[in-house]
């Protein structure tokens, strides 16, 4: 079987599980599904690469993900590297396996995709939880984020495929199930909708989570249904990044600190042992100290309980890269106040 390593977030998980089932007949050979959140996960990545060629030479390499659709000729340029593949590409990753091209950069526009592939998967090797990709793309442009450009325009995954995986996994052993993608509230026509549905077509679902979720597409229908069923996770990972509301508008979200409580107060009502995860950026270009200690007061003011905390990093051809940039040692002293704040 390929050897496939994964970097990032939990849809390349998911993708990742998809190219082990289609290359399991092929050996000598390792794909590289990447990042490039920021700047320091795609150099992660190139070094990944090296060292894999170094302790595999006679292995060939292929990588993909998102540092793939986004800097391809950088990638291409390595001499590890056999062949680029876009994340458009993945999807028939067999297919560009078995071909022999002259250009080993193979990445097409992201942006004309229309769909996110119909691939069922079997299981999750190492995993207890599985993912279950229900929606590609975002359409939102946060003003830190490259991942649009990454991943394409917001596209949703047919309710009958994803309810057709969830019982297969459910078959495999599975008995957390987490809804993953770019942007899942997007999930058109509705993602409360789909929650609904999932719930009502397989009762017997142990436990529903979520991925990220955007605090500012959650509706009063998502509400109902934690109150309705009671096999949805005691866990939510809100995408929250800043407790200031300057910075929030800055970073082009769409909520505010007001609407956070707002949520969880609301949430915990219904789900007195909720737990709630979140992702904090410090140091963001003209967060103030008052503007960060906005933010660390919101932990407590919303019971935050498990916090992902990352010094802002400059991520090339995002509009906050080109804001005026607080210096590192104040963003990373930033970081280990909020880290140790989610300790306590």
Do not use: W
Not at 88 to 95: F, G, H, L, T, V
Not at 249 to 277: A, S, T, Y
């Amino acid at each position: 079987m390929a050897e496939v390593v994964t970097f990032g977030c939990r849809i390349n998980a998911y993708e990742s599980e998809v190219i082990k089932e289609k290359l399991k007949n092929y050996d000598k050979l390792i794909v590289v599904n990447t990042c490039a959140v920021t700047g320091e996960a795609e150099r992660q990545c190139r070094q990944t690469i090296r060292k894999l060629k170094r302790e595999n030479p006679d292995s060939e390499i292929i990588v993909t993900g998102c540092s793939a659709q986004i800097n391809a000729a950088k990638l291409a340029d390595m001499p590890e590297v056999t062949l680029v593949l876009g994340n458009k590409e993945k999807r028939e990753i067999e297919k560009y396996v078995a071909g022999i091209f002259a250009d080993k950069n193979q990445v097409s526009d992201i942006f004309a995709d229309t769909d996110c592939g119909d691939y069922i998967i079997t299981g999750f090797e190492g995993r207890q939880k599985a993912f279950v990709q229900i929606q590609q793309g975002c359409n939102h442009r946060c003003t830190y984020c490259i991942i649009p450009y990454a991943r394409g325009k917001s596209r949703s995954v047919p309710e009958e495929l994803i309810i057709k995986q969830i019982r297969e996994l459910l078959a495999a052993g599975f008995a957390e199930i987490c809804l993953t993608g770019v942007d899942i509230c997007s999930y058109e026509p509705s993602f409360s909708g789909l929650i609904a549905h999932i719930l009502e077509q397989i009762p017997e679902l142990p436990c529903l989570a979520f991925g990220s979720l955007d605090p500012a597409a959650i509706d009063e229908d998502f509400i109902r249904l934690l109150q309705k069923y009671n096999n949805i996770s005691n866990y939510f990972h809100l995408s929250i990044q800043s407790g200031d509301n300057d910075v929030l508008r800055r970073m082009g979200r769409r909520h505010k600190r007001e609407d956070i409580i707002n949520l969880c107060n609301k949430i915990r009502k219904i789900k007195p042992q909720v737990k709630f995860g979140t992702d904090f950026i410090c140091g963001f270009p003209t967060e103030t100290e008052e503007a960060f200690q906005n933010t660390c007061k919101l932990v407590a003011e919303s019971g935050l309980n498990k916090l992902h905390v990352f010094p802002y990093s400059e991520r090339s051809g995002t509009p906050a890269a080109q804001m005026e940039q607080l210096p590192m040692e104040e963003r990373r002293r930033r970081a280990a106040i909020l880290r140790e704040l989610s300790e306590e």
